[in-house]
């Protein structure tokens, strides 16, 4: 019933008021407090519930608020002043549920006007989240045991054009990446369920040519479906999709929710390949919102067997020693596990994995390339080949340009994309 | 199959490219292209399923970008080119879903480095969408029949301390407001199920309380239970409120996202009061996220019956302007529809009625004083009646202080929140 467990949020704040009366607004609007005193805020209920602040680091002064409409003290010089404040919230005030640890942790305090500035930045859960929330089925090793790759980043593309194929033009380039060697094929998060792909007929067409390829080549590709839709059409699609012999499904993340995630999770019996698309909404703006860091850990509680990461001179705003913290952050331990795959994507082709390498110095990714392969000057085996053959020289230490030049289609896509790519 | 139907969106776009060039990056990576031509995008793909540029107008000119991470061209000058960009989109690419509508038309493209600020600013979305989404059960007719309150606003309270009370302090407060004449109830964002409050029992007490007042005051008080949790806790804490009596549930819609509020529409009985919490950190800065228009066409298309849209003079950053442009989008129909009631709530007390009713000219509101109730000098019935005389005097014309003279609790709350309210 009262629980000692604390949930842990760390926020860079930015404030023309202190800090400590920045950290005690925070506090107070978030667990017992409101703009007035009221009579049942006795003692016994802060010490039941209220939030604690348990650590304020002073960061620069600045002299422009970040973001509008906060109310500065009358007597203010003109500075802002940013720092790191850590907040406890006792756990037994939302139990194991993420939707009510979001109300808590991220919700009205973005909207205070003793702020300037806003950002959550990391989150320390309890174990006993971990009641409710069982984490990823497969992660990293389940993903490999079901593709049979190992000592090196399972290779993937997106079926591009992202939005706009019929099933009839679908199939002959899924037969081709199916034939390729190819270990990973998704669908892009734009193409989930168009009134003209019914997508009953699309993954029975797709398994056809995954199921005929595989009895040709012996290697059963990994087709991520994206089943992104409401509630009841998540579970309808998955288990056509299980039932039809897929062995993934994929969501947008955002598009469902957390709780939409962990509902698929509960039933589900394949991996779940987690698209963050929209999370730059949440994230691109260094004072609101959202870092990568709390927002993975709620993508693998919630059940995310792999996770996008944008990835390394991608297509993106992003910065490489950003997506190289992501990659870390999704690394690392979770409550003990909840291990989950980086799936870097955008941008990407045979030109970009010996930095990839060099950077992460981890194989343990998946690595997409959704034009770097489609759009390969000799075809798309040519792009496959590519990838693979530059993972390869990567892994062995080999540079990439030595080794292209006795593998056709190495060079040719680092012609290709050699430039764009970097 | 194919419809000839459309979405349309309309950004505030800034970009250190032509504002042409941004806007076909966002129409292209948002359909049918990549950053590289593919083969199989033909031109029948393109017809098919290609965004299209509606419009594009200009706007200022500035020299800071507004978010990190842009690439400027080669010959760039230093300007970055703001403007009003109009796409649109075949409804067909993603048919009646909000999460497939979500990832198109907010998703990756926040994060492409040709922007330097994006933000929703408004969404058109064809009939058919009407054909998945059947919207408020309720709405402000039906909400105002089950309260029994016509021709002024719901006038309501949120329990406080937001989160702590066990049941046996909840019980003798939820007696008083229930006999107090106040018409609405709700709970705090905050508590929805915390450990030490098991839900069922909860209910249970607070209904018992409020059968019995209505017992002697003929009036039944509405009681937004908070149900916040995941996809299978709200179908049963929905099912237990409607089943005690209950005739309200209260959830944070961003906690449990679009797909988890059109869930509980499908099968909800009872008006679902729609709690906007961590909207924040998708509109507060400017260049960024998503704008109240847009969204709330969401939450009325998923099913709110109510929404929250912070309050005018409040105690949030947001300005009154921006509060008044709230109210208006959320009263225009949507889809010939779709009506949900605009929740004023934080910061209000009998201080703000008056300023409310002059700037918004309407009663179709519901007005939540927590601390503005709770707080009041004379006690939580004082605090109920200032807030319904408040809003008697608005209503009719006369000034709140004039009015007062003869109306102590109204009187005693224009000097304990006369200034902390305006």
């Not at 003290?73 to 404040?85: A, I, K, L, M, T």
């Not at 640890?101 to 174990?127: H, K, M, Q, W, Y």
């Not at 062995?396 to 080794?403: A, M």
Request: proline content about 6%.
């Amino acid at each position: 019933m009262f629980s000692e467990e604390k949930v842990t949020a760390t926020y860079w704040v930015e404030t023309p008021h202190s800090l400590h009366t920045a950290a005690a607004v925070m506090a107070a609007e978030q667990s017992t407090g409101t703009f007035v005193a009221v009579p049942g805020e006795t003692d016994e209920v802060k010490r039941r519930s209220a939030a604690n602040i348990e650590s304020i680091t002073p960061l620069e002064i600045v002299r422009t608020p970040s973001l509008p409409g906060s109310r500065p003290p009358h007597n203010h010089d003109g500075s802002y002043y940013r720092g790191e404040v850590v907040l406890s919230f006792p756990y037994h005030n939302m139990g194991p549920s993420i939707p009510n640890l979001l109300a808590t942790v991220a919700g009205n305090l973005f909207e205070l006007r003793e702020l300037s500035g806003l950002r959550l930045i990391d989150l320390e859960l309890p174990p006993s989240f971990s009641s409710k929330y069982k984490g990823p089925k497969f992660g990293t090793a389940g993903t490999r045991d079901l593709v049979g790759v190992h000592g090196r980043p399972i290779i993937g593309t997106i079926i591009k054009p992202s939005i706009g194929l019929t099933i009839d033009e679908l199939r002959p380039l899924v037969r081709t990446l199916a034939l390729s060697g190819l270990d990973f094929i998704k669908d892009d998060e734009l193409n989930a369920n168009p009134l003209f792909v019914p997508f009953e007929q699309k993954v029975k067409a797709v398994m056809e040519e995954i199921e005929r390829a595989a009895d040709a080549t012996g290697k059963k590709v990994m087709y991520a479906f994206n089943i992104t839709g409401d509630i009841d059409e998540l579970r309808r699609n998955h288990d056509w999709v299980k039932q039809s012999g897929g062995t993934c499904v994929m969501v947008s993340i955002n598009s469902i929710g957390f709780s939409g995630l962990a509902e698929l999770n509960r039933y589900s019996e394949l991996p779940i390949h987690g698209h963050r698309n929209g999370f730059g909404y949440w994230t691109r703006y260094p004072a609101l919102g959202m870092a990568f860091a709390p927002y993975q850990k709620l993508c693998r509680l919630a059940g995310a067997d792999h996770l996008h990461v944008n990835a390394l001179n991608g297509k993106f705003y992003e910065s490489n020693e950003s997506v190289i913290r992501s990659v870390q952050a999704l690394q690392a331990p979770l409550l003990g596990g909840y291990d989950a795959m980086p799936v870097l994507s955008s941008g990407q082709s045979a030109a970009t994995a010996a930095e990839t390498f060099r950077l992460l110095r981890t194989c343990d990714l998946m690595n997409i390339a959704g034009g770097g392969i489609m759009a390969h000057p000799d075809g798309v085996e040519a792009g496959v080949a590519s990838m693979l053959e530059a993972w390869e020289a990567a892994v062995q230490g080999i540079p990439v340009d030595e080794y292209a030049r006795s593998r056709p289609a190495l060079r040719r896509a680092l012609e290709a994309f050699g430039e764009k790519g970097a």
